[in-house]
């Protein structure tokens, strides 16, 4: 993966913990396991929960939101208690992607009650859950998510979309068994550059939260 390098030292972080875990437990510590990543379509997130898994050998799971969500009042939050089950009972990485379907904000005008309902179970879910798995929950609409949830992550890591120098590195690396010698690239980053606009994300800052740098 193409990361910037603070986001690369916080993951690398996690995964540190993670093989340590031990040694923290001696000292009432324990490592990160709940993961909250935000930013905009196609920053790698999702690739992000697959390598995370790969990196520590765990099974990857990725938590259907649409099968979850139903009309029948409190079946969704039945099948959530469900998920938070597994983790105990199967130790690995669940993505929960999409994540604003089911954590946007209660005080939403355009909520309905069944919503603040699951909400409000997750987060008891989520705050309770001390298995052995790792929580890695992603979004597109940071702004939606309900304030409560950020106390809930040990760590909030923001994406964007990549620079051209970042880009051109990923073509890269997907041609690696290519002879890209005769390659003009100079021409070719005018190219990729375009693909993927710059966004300020600072609107998706929050007190407290531990992100990229400017």
Partial sequence: MVLENAQRNDLARVLREFRQNNKLQEYALSARRKLLLVGPPGCSKTMTSHAFAGELSLPHFSVQLHALITKFMGETA???????????????VYLFDEFDAIGGDRASR????????????????????????????????????????????????????????????????????????????????????GLFPCRDLSSLRRPGQRCCPD
Avoid at 78 to 92: P, S
Avoid at 125 to 140: G, K, Q, W, Y
Avoid at 161 to 186: C, E, I, M
């Fill in 78 to 92: 039945a099948k959530l208690h469900a998920v938070f089950d597994a983790m105990n009972e199967t130790r690995g």
């Fill in 110 to 193: 355009n909520d309905v009650g069944e919503i603040r309902r699951v909400l409000n179970s997750f987060l008891t879910f989520l705050e309770e859950d001390d298995s052995d798995s790792r929580i890695v929950a992603a979004t597109n609409n940071v702004g939606m998510l309900d304030d409560a949830l950020f106390r809930r992550f040990d760590d909030i890591i923001v994406y964007r979309h990549p620079t051209a120098g970042q880009a051109k590195q990923l073509v890269k690396n997907r041609l690696t068994v290519f002879d890209t010698g005769s390659l003009d690239w100079s021409e070719m980053s005018e190219h990729i550059g």
